[in-house]
């Protein structure tokens, strides 16, 4: 009997097939259970911003986790196609240019920023990190200005040569800071989270 070849581009794992039978878009909902679990970053009640939320697990996942009694809101260059409950929204807008000013206008503050943001890659180590970092900047300024006081923070980055930089200054705006790296991460994969729990006070 011959076996039939598998398509290129059609290999899914474990995460995947998971992720597809539980109605999430995206396998990287995983990451974040992960960080809930050990860190419990989110709590009922809250109000949770979520940038590069497209295609829509994440937002998906923490509207589950605030409830009702939350908001669940998202921020990404593409549209969320996915259908949110009434207690999640989700914003287009680009975070380097026009999310600062969107998010003035919602006039309101976060009890905890999520970033599970990626650029384009290249395919170039150096490049590819260094534009994760200026993502990552961009996340860390907007938890500072829209994070409540005792706000959490969870940001994705690729390791590379600014990785101390950004975790150095996520430790200098809150009480803790930690590194984490989930399992649900594929093998061979260089992103890794960097957690702000318990925004500082501004002095």
């Known amino acids: 009997m011959t076996r039939k070849k598998k398509k290129q581009g059609t290999w899914q794992d474990h995460y995947t097939r998971r992720a597809k039978k539980e109605n999430y878009p995206a396998r990287s909902v ?22 590069g939320c497209s295609p829509g ?28 409950p009434p207690h999640a929204r989700a ?4 975070i380097l240019s026009d999310g600062p000013e969107l998010l003035k206008s919602l006039d309101k503050e976060f009890d905890v920023v999520l970033s599970d943001m990626a650029p384009s890659t290249t395919g170039h180590k150096e490049t590819d990190s260094f534009r994760s970092f200026e993502l990552c ?3 860390l300024e907007i938890a500072r200005a829209f994070l409540s006081p005792g ?3 969870v940001c994705k980055i690729f390791q590379g040569a600014e ?3 950004f975790a150095d200054a996520v430790k200098n705006s809150f009480e803790t800071m930690k ?4 399992q649900s991460s594929r093998k061979g994969s260089k992103e890794i989270y960097v957690i702000g729990i318990g925004k500082k006070q501004e002095v």
């Open 163 to 165: 990785f101390k930089e």
């Open 91 to 94: 914003l287009v807008g680009d």
């Open 30 to 51: 995983y990451k974040l259970q992960e960080v809930q679990k050990k860190f419990r970053v989110m709590k009922k009640g809250d109000s949770v911003l979520d940038l």
């Open 137 to 139: 900047g961009a996340a």
């Open 151 to 153: 706000g959490n923070f």
């Open 179 to 182: 590194i984490f790296k989930p």
């Open 57 to 84: 697990s994440w937002l998906m996942y923490a509207a589950d986790v605030v409830g009702p009694g939350g908001l669940a809101t998202g921020l990404d260059l593409k549209p969320v196609k996915m259908s949110v």
